[in-house]
């Protein structure tokens, strides 16, 4: 076993993040630069924290952030050594585990979906809007119970053709149809971007996400043994050139990106940037994850990164925001040569899919229903868009008729946090933007998102969005905390 010399001592960057942070920052370039080599034993956290002049607890948060890194393996009574990654990661167990302070699971509050005025009132959520769309699934359902009675009991026997065309439709867009046999279907949007992950993809390895996106994403990477890496966006989405400074001095394996929509920002990436990351991704050899479950109610013409870099892109649609998230219905379009590995991945990540659940799906498609409903829903959301846009008017609001959501920039000197816990007092409950950081990050927008996709009457919803403008003019100082 080979030990770290008894003079190393990391050298940390000035930079604002926590000290400890910045030790593990420091450890991991000191690994990924081979002055640590696999199999080096990290200093005793007591002599470090000796050496560095700080508390033992302060070493041990740092070891704990390398370790969910997947860059080193504690092991009690022997003490913390550098990981080779060429290896397999042996599964922990009660005696090599790092410390660990224990758990204690999240209170969240019992959400009102209908008019009960007692519960809190969930803007924070961006399902499927309803739109009548309820009585066709029921009709639909019960023609497969009745026609496929066995298939109610049994597991999926296999992927019919049918299942491959309804996501080359929903995944079609203007100058872009992939192959149905490019196609593979998923349980929903999540599952299958996981398994392109694992599919694409090891321990330690990179993936960039922008500075606010879909964090749930990030954080079940990260639950993988998977690095993520923050990339510069703006208004207008992902920045081409910080991205390309990532590509050259990190090396990242995979971009996760939604080009048509993001969330929680509302930016659409500009053509122009998706041909410049295309060939950034190209010239570095990055995979492509492009998140496109809005992309049919953005209304997005622009060329998809798919039909830019068909070689690297995994085009990903799902039901979730236009039919029905319940139903768990999404679909890939792979690379040529890749849906038969990320077929298999997904089966082995999710633990398979439910055959009426994705007969249905494919049928409301192809039946053209899933199109109706869609049309139906953009009705409502623009309604309730504009309730919302009257109800805000003079505070800075980025929205879009086609979308149920909004980006709320917070004034002065309204935090993000502090600003969610106050509309929650009213019995409203926001996302703020901590909810969509993929990484502990120094930018900050000072901004919530209100979505209003929940089926609540346009009374409740002006009165919801009366209070949260009555929360941004009442100032921090009508919800000061007493400690």
């Given at each position: 076993m080979?030990?770290t010399?008894?003079?190393?001592?990391?050298?940390?960057?000035?930079?604002?993040?926590?000290?400890?942070?910045?030790?593990?920052?420091?450890?991991?370039?000191?690994?990924?630069?081979?002055?640590?080599?696999?199999?080096?034993?990290?200093?005793?956290?007591?002599?470090?924290?000796?050496?560095i002049?700080?508390?033992?607890?302060?070493?041990?948060?740092?070891?704990?952030?390398?370790?969910?890194?997947?860059?080193?393996?504690?092991?009690?009574?022997r003490?913390?050594?550098?990981?080779?990654r060429?290896?397999?990661?042996?599964?922990?167990?009660?005696?090599?585990?790092?410390?660990?302070?224990?758990?204690?699971?999240?209170?969240?509050?019992?959400?009102?979906?209908?008019?009960?005025?007692?519960?809190?009132?969930?803007?924070?959520?961006?399902?499927?809007?309803?739109?009548?769309?309820?009585?066709?699934?029921?009709?639909?359902?019960?023609?497969?119970?009745?026609?496929?009675?066995?298939?109610?009991?049994d597991?999926?026997?296999?992927?019919?053709?049918?299942?491959?065309?309804?996501?080359?439709?929903?995944l079609?867009?203007?100058?872009?149809?992939?192959?149905?046999?490019?196609?593979?279907?998923?349980?929903?949007?999540?599952?299958?971007?996981?398994?392109?992950?694992?599919?694409?993809?090891?321990?330690?390895?990179?993936?960039?996400?922008?500075?606010?996106?879909?964090?749930?994403?990030?954080?079940?990477?990260?639950?993988?043994?998977?690095?993520?890496?923050?990339?510069a966006?703006?208004?207008?989405?992902?920045?081409p050139?910080?991205?390309?400074?990532?590509?050259?001095?990190?090396?990242?394996?995979?971009?996760?990106?939604?080009?048509?929509?993001?969330?929680?920002?509302?930016?659409?990436l500009?053509?122009?940037?998706?041909?410049?990351?295309?060939e950034?991704?190209?010239?570095?050899?990055?995979?492509?994850?492009?998140?496109?479950?809005?992309?049919?109610?953005?209304?997005?013409?622009?060329?998809?990164?798919?039909?830019?870099?068909?070689?690297?892109t995994?085009?990903?649609?799902?039901?979730?925001?236009?039919?029905?998230?319940?139903l768990?219905?999404?679909?890939?379009?792979?690379?040529?040569?890749?849906?038969?590995?990320?077929?298999?991945?997904?089966?082995?990540?999710?633990?398979?899919?439910?055959?009426?659940?994705?007969?249905?799906?494919?049928?409301?498609?192809?039946?053209?229903?899933?199109?109706r409903?869609?049309?139906?829903?953009?009705?409502?959301?623009?309604?309730?868009?504009?309730?919302?846009?009257?109800?805000?008017?003079?505070?800075?609001?980025?929205?879009n008729?086609?979308?149920?959501?909004?980006?709320?920039?917070?004034?002065e000197?309204?935090?993000?946090?502090?600003?969610?816990?106050?509309?929650?007092?009213?019995?409203?409950?926001?996302?703020?933007?901590?909810?969509?950081?993929?990484?502990r990050?120094?930018?900050?927008f000072?901004?919530?998102?209100?979505?209003?996709?929940?089926?609540?009457?346009?009374?409740?919803?002006?009165?919801?969005?009366?209070?949260?403008?009555?929360?941004?003019?009442?100032?921090?100082?009508?919800?000061?905390?007493?400690?």
């Amino acid at each position: 076993m080979m030990q770290t010399p008894d003079s190393y001592l990391p050298q940390l960057a000035e930079t604002s993040q926590p000290l400890y942070t910045r030790l593990a920052d420091a450890i991991e370039r000191d690994i990924d630069s081979g002055v640590l080599p696999a199999g080096s034993r990290l200093p005793p956290m007591r002599n470090l924290a000796y050496d560095i002049g700080v508390t033992i607890g302060t070493i041990n948060r740092a070891y704990n952030l390398i370790a969910e890194r997947g860059l080193v393996v504690g092991e009690v009574g022997r003490g913390t050594y550098v990981r080779d990654r060429e290896k397999p990661v042996p599964f922990p167990t009660a005696s090599t585990r790092l410390a660990a302070p224990p758990h204690k699971p999240a209170q969240h509050p019992v959400f009102d979906l209908g008019e009960n005025n007692d519960a809190v009132m969930n803007l924070d959520t961006t399902s499927a809007i309803h739109a009548g769309q309820a009585k066709i699934i029921a009709e639909q359902f019960a023609e497969i119970a009745a026609r496929q009675p066995h298939m109610l009991t049994d597991y999926v026997p296999g992927i019919p053709p049918s299942w491959r065309e309804a996501g080359s439709l929903l995944l079609s867009r203007p100058g872009y149809a992939p192959s149905p046999d490019t196609i593979v279907a998923t349980n929903g949007a999540h599952a299958g971007i996981m398994a392109v992950v694992m599919t694409l993809t090891a321990p330690g390895d990179r993936i960039v996400f922008e500075t606010a996106s879909y964090a749930s994403i990030a954080r079940s990477a990260t639950l993988a043994g998977r690095r993520v890496i923050e990339a510069a966006m703006d208004e207008d989405g992902l920045v081409p050139e910080e991205f390309e400074k990532l590509c050259a001095r990190q090396h990242p394996r995979l971009l996760y990106l939604m080009p048509s929509l993001n969330n929680p920002t509302l930016a659409r990436l500009p053509a122009a940037r998706r041909k410049a990351i295309a060939e950034i991704c190209r010239r570095y050899s990055v995979w492509i994850i492009e998140d496109a479950v809005y992309a049919p109610l953005s209304g997005d013409t622009d060329p998809p990164l798919a039909s830019l870099c068909p070689e690297l892109t995994f085009h990903v649609g799902a039901m979730s925001k236009t039919v029905s998230a319940s139903l768990r219905a999404g679909w890939i379009a792979c690379p040529p040569g890749y849906a038969g590995r990320v077929q298999p991945a997904h089966r082995m990540f999710s633990g398979g899919g439910s055959y009426p659940m994705k007969e249905l799906a494919s049928r409301l498609i192809l039946s053209g229903e899933a199109e109706r409903t869609l049309q139906k829903a953009r009705t409502v959301i623009s309604h309730r868009h504009d309730l919302l846009r009257t109800a805000l008017e003079g505070y800075k609001l980025r929205s879009n008729p086609t979308c149920p959501f909004a980006w709320l920039s917070l004034p002065e000197p309204w935090r993000s946090g502090p600003f969610r816990d106050a509309v929650l007092q009213r019995g409203i409950m926001i996302a703020h933007e901590d909810d969509f950081k993929p990484a502990r990050s120094d930018v900050t927008f000072h901004a919530v998102r209100i979505a209003f996709a929940t089926q609540y009457s346009d009374e409740r919803y002006v009165k919801a969005f009366a209070a949260i403008r009555d929360v941004l003019e009442s100032g921090v100082t009508g919800h000061a905390t007493i400690i």
